[in-house]
């Protein structure tokens, strides 16, 4: 079991939010902003949390924030900036926008860390979420390699990786939901207040 000194929390909570309209880490669930729930989560599993964003309102949490190192690149650049900022080998990376995951989910990451693993991300139903997941520090360089290259998709990156992925199960399924649209806020809200 690796120890809470040697993993960093990043949230990533930059990007368009395009679909939403508005910056989706200031949306609320029960009056709290989403990006605090990420917050809540990875508090009680790592030693420093950064948030990747440029938007200086992030500052009222009270933690380290850094800019985009590439601008307007998405969530792969993102990471690299976050991983940049870090001083440890592990590192859990989150949106901003899955205001229902809690801590439980991400222990299931800590506890997977292997020799050769260097992304251990969750799997739910199939589909994996590698903005739900631990990343080894070292990957930046592969990451900065496709961007440098213009490929910005984190899936490719990820496949380029020694990855596991940590199935869900049924219990924890919806814990792990996003909100991209206004749709899936009201959705998220009638699910929260049943
Ligand atoms: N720091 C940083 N975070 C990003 C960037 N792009 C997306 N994100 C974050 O990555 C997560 C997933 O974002 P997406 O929903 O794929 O993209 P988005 O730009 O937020 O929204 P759309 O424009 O609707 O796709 C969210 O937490 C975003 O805040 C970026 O360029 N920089």
Redesign the pocket.
Known sequence: MIDKKDITGI??????????GTD??FLRLNNKPFVQYSIEALKPLVSEIII??DDLNYDVFGLKRVN?IT?????M??IC?GLEASSTDYNLIL???IPLINSEILKKLIDAVDANSEIIQIENQGKTMP?IALYKRHIKDTFNGFLQKGERRLRVAVKACISKNIKLEKAHEFSTM?V?TKEELKQIENAFNH
């Open positions: 949230i990533l909570a930059g990007g368009k939010s395009s679909r939403m989706k880490g990747v964003s985009d601008k307007n690149a998405g969530p650049a993102g900036s949106s901003c926008d903005l996003n991209n």
